[in-house]
């Protein structure tokens, strides 16, 4: 059985070698030597003047034959740029202009071919992982190419901008705004809606100034409303335009800035002074010229950096595979060697290791990208800094050199242009100041007083905004209002605390640190009231809080009279009336019938007529048909006024039995003056209701704090006064709703009312220092967890739900109703009403009928004598 395992795993082992062979087709460095093409379209270089076959044969194979120790190369030449090349060979490089450039590249993906393609300038450039162009970009002339670069290289990611570019160098550059707007479904370049500017360079002081702050105000935006924009700088004014662009308050989170500095070798350019009056927050960045004026840069010299890159990519990799080769038997060699596509990726990286440490004339154009690292400066340290002076440095951005631009390679960066954009706070921690009051902030304290766990409403928020704006944060304690207002109170009357919260006394402190700008922000709820007037911001609604009143409910009406409400008192009256119409009606028929044998005996008094009436109405039937047409007709419709009154009663006696009928309530405000029992008026002390009262044009409202008592503890709020039924509470509904829940929790009952009236809307927020430049971000990602549902959710989660005693639960206490004593006490009281009548009815008769027998005893006795 074992020996039969081993047979089977060495024939799948070599099975598996049989099909990585087969699958690899591609010779090795070691057996077959690299094959290269050169094409060098001879059209193109007569008209550039220029015939270098003879010089690119030379300068190959001098490289060839210098640097290359292991292998070889085969090198093949052509003149004419509509070769197709086979699979054989390994690369290519090209010496053509822009378009023939891409129709060959297209033609090599066919046979799998590495190109090296030196091209014309303003060139889109080709797939960097695919290939390398090299465009011969003339001093000076780097614009339109950079821009390119920047949108096939997706460093500059924009839909829409704003270009100010300097007469001069836009007719110097004729192609400039070409290559702003190029786009390309094959490069996958997107479009990009320009609105371009033109300096007039040859202004000077105020003029210039003048026009600047013109062209710029057109795109200036109030400070509450931060529009995403895009602005590309191509002008020796940048310190002029960022000076005025400062002052119209340009410079935000949500605005991106490009500037070129025009000056070469300006490797002593110090940006941080150049932004001294810039706040954090701001996305600029720099591109600095670095080229050497003294560079000679022909294309001869750049054949020859080119070839000795591939060919000492080339040897590397040869000396690779020899090493490698060494080490392993050939079957496993033929498992693990390169395919044809991993040599050309790792033939390209090399490459380009070499050019970028080696190259000297092909990228002698060289642009140095410093980019501003400015969110959360003044939190990173936890230092909090004061505002630099005018001849210091910013010391809120920090500027680091992300990268450069060269024709040879494009752009070389290892971090974004603007890297706020995408990573916003880079996961640095923010100092966050907050205080305990549930259930918008829920702290947790250790026994050293250390906060070790957040909950709440504004908490939640709070790991929301962390986690969308990529920043961890440390949270800071002050001192409560309630914290503040238990010094000046006993020890008693402190810890006697109301149920619920408010939000619109601030704790002093948080005030007191919220203006010296040493928080990201306060995680504090806070009523949003004259921001205008503060020394500090909010930021949009996180919540909107409704003020009601509290009451006594109203007592259910009694069920006493039940077997009489189906039925209105004019209904009783017309049933009373049609009853003594009915029976003397049907005694006349039955009197008045013309034959003898149709007048029925039992119908021959009003009494029995009246009972035979009445026991229709009570479902006792009747003993006694008329025989004439005429009763017969009385008699049916009378059953059918019995069977239409009997089924409409029993209906609503059905519906009163099931669903109570309460005594009329308060509901509104404005019903208060018609409720003389109510005498006791109470508010919660420190309410935004108190402060609206008195700008508010509502007279009920004023009525009521006439006569308010302010309350600060659970023993001056009376709430058995307000069970009672002789005062009334208004707060935040739900924290009244709290109350109503306790009580009902305790009592297992309803005692407590809640208005149907919803008044003065309170709008909750959090707290942010004047200065923020990231109130506009919070409140955006705010908006977005509102349209999310997660603010909603956090609500449900934290705020007290609908207590028991609100119209849902009553629906369905009804329908899980039992029937109890106080619902069938009518009924018993009619049976004992109606024993009563019958004992006084039986006494009657009884006294009624020995009364006529004495009578009658009495008149024989007087006839007899």
């Known amino acids: 059985m074992r020996s039969t395992l081993g047979l089977l795993l060495i024939f799948g082992l070599q099975l598996s070698l049989l099909v990585s062979v087969d699958c690899n087709d591609f010779s090795s460095f070691l057996s077959a030597n690299a094959s290269l093409a050169v094409v060098v379209d001879h059209d193109y270089m007569t008209m550039h003047g220029q015939n270098i076959m003879a010089h690119f044969e030379k300068i190959l194979s001098d490289i060839i034959r210098e640097n290359l120790r292991n292998g070889g190369i085969n090198v093949r030449y052509f003149t004419w740029n509509s070769v197709r090349l086979k699979k054989d060979f390994l690369a290519a490089i090209t010496v053509t202009d822009c378009e023939n450039t891409w129709n060959f590249y297209k033609n090599t993906q066919e046979t799998s071919v590495l190109l090296i393609a030196i091209t014309d300038s303003d060139c889109p450039r080709l797939p960097l992982n695919r290939a390398i162009m090299i465009p011969l970009v003339e001093h000076g002339d780097e614009f339109p190419q950079i821009i390119l670069d920047a949108k096939v290289q997706q460093i500059l990611k924009w839909k829409t901008a704003v270009v100010f570019v300097d007469q001069t160098i836009l007719d110097e550059n004729s192609v400039l705004v070409k290559s702003i707007v190029h786009e390309s479904t094959t490069n996958h370049i997107a479009p990009i809606s320009l609105i371009l500017y033109k300096v007039n360079d040859s202004l000077h002081g105020q003029q210039k100034r003048t026009a600047l702050r013109q062209a710029l105000g057109q795109f200036a935006m109030p400070k509450h409303e931060q529009k995403h924009q895009q602005f590309l700088v191509i002008s020796k004014f940048h310190e002029d335009i960022i000076e005025i662009a400062e002052t119209l308050n340009m410079f935000h989170v949500s605005n991106q800035w490009m500037f070129f500095v025009l000056e070469e070798l300006r490797r002593d350019f110090d940006a941080s002074t150049v932004t001294i009056n810039l706040d954090e927050g701001a996305n600029i960045a720099f591109a600095l010229n670095e080229t050497y004026p003294d560079c000679q840069d022909t294309l001869n010299c ?23 080769y060494g080490e392993i038997s050939d079957e496993e060699w033929e498992s693990i060697r390169f395919t044809k596509q991993e040599k050309q990726d790792e033939l390209l990286e090399y490459m380009k290791d070499y050019l970028k440490l080696n190259s000297k004339c092909a990228s002698c154009a060289r642009w140095r990208i410093d980019t501003a690292i400015t969110w959360g400066k003044t939190q990173e340290s936890r230092q909090f800094r004061t505002a630099p002076t005018r001849d210091a440095k910013n010391r809120n951005f920090d500027f680091i050199n992300i990268g450069y631009w060269s024709p040879l390679l494009g752009f070389v960066v290892q971090e974004l242009t603007f890297p706020h954009i995408e990573h916003h706070f880079r996961n640095i921690t923010m100092d966050i100041l907050t205080v305990h009051n549930p259930p918008w902030q829920i702290l947790t304290k250790n026994s050293l007083g250390h906060i070790v766990e957040s909950k709440g409403i504004v908490m939640e928020i709070v790991r929301e905004l962390s986690r969308a704006l990529n920043f961890t944060y440390q949270l800071h304690e002050a001192k409560s209002w309630e914290d503040e207002y238990a010094i000046s109170q006993s020890k008693n009357e402190s810890e006697m605390e109301l149920l619920g919260s408010m939000t619109y006394r601030i704790p002093s402190r948080v005030t007191e640190l919220a203006q010296g700008n040493q928080y990201f922000l306060a995680a504090v709820a806070a009523t949003i009231y004259d921001p205008e007037k503060r020394f500090f911001n909010f930021t949009q609604p996180i919540s909107v809080q409704k003020y009601t009143f509290i009451t006594r409910q109203p007592d259910e009406v009694s069920r006493i009279y039940l077997f009489t409400a189906p039925f209105t008192q004019e209904t009783w009256g017309c049933l009373v009336g049609i009853i003594i119409l009915t029976a003397p009606l049907l005694y006349g028929i039955n009197r008045l019938a013309p034959l003898e044998e149709l007048r029925i005996r039992g119908l021959s008094t009003i009494k029995s007529c009246f009972w035979y009436v009445l026991g229709a109405l009570l479902q006792q039937g009747g003993m006694y048909l008329p025989k004439a047409d005429s009763g017969r007709l009385i008699v049916g419709f009378w059953w059918i006024v019995v069977i239409v009154l009997v089924t409409t009663y029993c209906g609503n006696l059905v519906a009163f039995l099931t669903f109570p009928k309460y005594q009329p309530g308060i509901d509104y405000l404005t019903q208060l003056a018609h409720h003389k029992h109510i005498s006791q008026y109470g508010l919660r002390n420190g309410t935004f209701f108190e402060k609206y009262t008195k700008t508010t044009t509502r007279k009920d409202f004023k009525r009521f704090m006439e006569k308010a008592i302010i309350y600060n503890n659970a023993e001056s709020e009376r709430i058995d006064a307000v069970k009672s039924g002789q ?49 506009h971000l919070i409140n955006l990602h705010i908006d977005r967890m509102f349209r999310m549902g997660f603010i909603e959710r956090w609500h449900q989660m934290n705020l007290p739900n609908s207590d028991k005693c609100n119209g849902k639960s009553v629906l369905r206490q009804i329908t899980n109703h039992k029937v109890n004593m106080n619902d069938m006490q009518g009924c018993f009281l009619v049976l004992i009403f109606g024993f009563i009548v019958a004992v006084l009815v039986a006494s009657i008769e009884f006294w009624y009928y020995r009364y006529h027998l004495h009578h009658q005893k009495r008149k024989q006795s007087v006839f007899v004598n």
Request: charged residues 20%; glycine residues 2%; hydrophobic residues 45%.
């Open 727 to 775: 005062r009334i509470n208004i707060d935040w509904r739900i924290n009244l709703q709290l109350i109503v829940q306790q009580h009902f929790e305790q009592d297992k009952e309803c005692h407590f009312a809640l208005g149907k009236e919803d008044f003065v809307d309170e709008q909750i927020g959090l707290v942010v220092p004047l200065n923020s430049a990231y109130l």
């Open 302 to 324: 750049t054949i020859s950096e080119v070839s000795m890159a591939l060919v000492t990519s080339i040897s590397k990799m040869i000396s690779e595979e020899q090493s490698i």
